[in-house]
């Protein structure tokens, strides 16, 4: 089955730039989607299609993808951006739907 | 306004079934698939599997295959989960969250507040 590789955590100082990583084989032939997920909440999409914004998310959010690898990217970043992040493709030749580990973003 | 609005928490012992709901409103509900993702404490998101409330085709995640059932009731805008005997591995939150098919792929776009499943004698 197809697997997506998040690291477990990134830490970034308020007011820098934060870039989570998500490594899949062939990702570049995928989609990528990317949830925010607070504490004691449930996810909410902040990036789908690689890098389309959903409506009333921040443009500070944005997602990039090269080669074996797709990122999401937090520009200014503040405490309030302290969360979860998991990256998700549907795989066509499954049907299945998948999600990395997760990462999970201090703001120092 | 979307919106899905699952069933509340639940206690069950080892052994005992179980059914939880995710009510969906705000849109034509059988026009999207309903997926559910398991989140065990402490853990990431885990797709479970998804259901088309138009005619409950299914699609299951292959490590939950058979020990869940998905189902949708369409008259009431309702999907279900549920299992017939529940272990204690089974106990996490699950979410419920609507796809969305967009160009080549899928997402969901928008989810369920989560029903915390419990399960210990």
């Known amino acids: 089955s197809y697997v997506l590789t998040q690291p477990p955590s990134v830490s970034v100082a308020p007011g820098k730039t934060a870039q989570i990583s998500c490594g899949g084989d062939n990702i570049g032939s995928k989609s990528v989607h990317w949830y925010q997920q607070q504490p004691g909440q449930a996810p909410v999409l902040v990036i789908y299609?690689?890098?389309d914004r959903p409506s009333g998310i921040p443009e500070r959010f944005s997602g990039s993808k090269s080669g074996n690898t797709a990122s999401l990217i937090i520009s200014r970043v503040d405490a309030g951006d302290e969360a979860d992040y998991y990256c998700q493709v549907w795989d066509r030749s499954s049907d299945h739907w998948v999600f990395g580990g997760g990462t999970k973003l201090t703001v120092l | 306004e979307v919106q899905l609005v699952q069933s509340g928490a639940e206690v069950k012992k080892p052994g005992e079934s179980l059914k939880i709901s995710c009510k969906g409103s705000g849109y034509g509900f059988i026009s999207y698939w309903i997926g559910w993702v398991r989140q065990k404490p402490g853990k990431g998101l885990e797709w479970v599997g998804i259901v088309n409330p138009g005619d409950s085709d299914t699609r299951y995640s292959p490590s939950l295959q058979g020990q869940v059932i998905m189902s949708a009731d369409r008259s009431i805008s309702t999907a279900y989960l549920q299992w017939s005997s529940l272990e204690a591995s089974d106990s996490a939150m699950y979410f419920c969250?609507?796809?969305?098919?967009?160009?080549?792929?899928?997402?969901?776009?928008?989810w369920g507040q989560g029903t915390l499943v419990t399960v210990s004698s």
């Open positions: 299609y690689d890098s």
């Open positions: 969250a609507r796809a969305l098919w967009f160009g080549n792929t899928y997402y969901f776009n928008h």
